[in-house]
T-cell receptor, first 117, second 112 residues
């Protein structure tokens, strides 16, 4: 399978615990996004990388969230001191974009469903 | 900032045509795309418009008017399997990068 893979598929944690999710993008893709989605809503932008550089992080995102893409391949998203409001589906997507103004086709993983008790 | 508006729900009959509208606001617009998401599934890409006009891909077409900050997705010959959520998304450069921002989605119900 050469699609975007995310691990784990489900995570249940207690409030206050730290969690880490992993995303493996399509191998030749240079851009990687993290989104958060709750029921009945669209994917909410969290952050994105071009190669290993984190280009932008949502201003709405708490400092408890951090993401890395150390070698420009896989990425991790960590949430520290989880809160019940963090419960959501966390989606990763990747793309290969040659330049500005051109079509960006995102390929999504199946997501990690986080439940904070 | 950026904002996208689309209807929350649309219902149509199998075999019919349905149009899902999207209006957007951003100071750095580069293109409008559409994604489909079935319940429990991941969003999948349908189409992209960077220039004004209509793009056709099989039963699906997408339209863009940059001057009106408006686009739509047209689904023809509706099938039951088209029941899903449809998201418009803008390729946005207002903050210096070029990221894709999604709307809240339109839930399409196709009835027999």
């Amino acid at each position: 399978d050469t699609g975007v893979s995310q691990d784990p598929r489900h995570k249940i944690t207690k409030r206050g615990q730290n969690v880490t999710f992993r995303c493996d993008p399509i191998s030749e893709h240079n851009r990687l996004y993290w989104y958060r989605q709750t029921l009945g809503q669209g994917p909410e932008f969290l952050t994105y990388f071009q190669n290993e550089a984190q280009l932008e992080k949502s201003r709405l995102l708490s400092d408890r969230f951090s993401a890395e893409r150390p070698k420009g391949s896989f990425s991790t998203l960590e949430i520290q001191r989880t809160e019940q409001g963090d419960s959501a589906m966390y989606l990763c997507a990747s793309s290969s974009v040659p330049g500005q103004g051109l079509n960006e086709k995102l390929f999504f993983g199946s997501g990690t469903q986080l439940s904070v008790l | 900032g950026q904002s996208l508006e689309q209807p929350s729900e649309v219902t149509a009959v199998e075999g019919a045509i349905v149009q899902i509208n999207c209006t957007y606001q951003t100071s750095g617009f580069y293109g409008l795309s559409w994604y489909q998401q079935h319940d429990g599934g991941a969003p999948t890409f349908l189409s992209y418009n960077a220039l004004d006009g209509l793009e056709e891909t099989g039963r699906f077409s997408s339209f863009l008017s940059r001057s009106d900050s408006y686009g739509y997705l047209l689904l023809q010959e509706l099938q039951m399997k088209d029941s899903a959520s449809y998201f418009c998304a803008v390729r946005d450069g207002s903050t210096g990068g070029f990221k894709t921002i999604f709307g809240a989605g339109t839930r399409l119900f196709v009835k027999a």
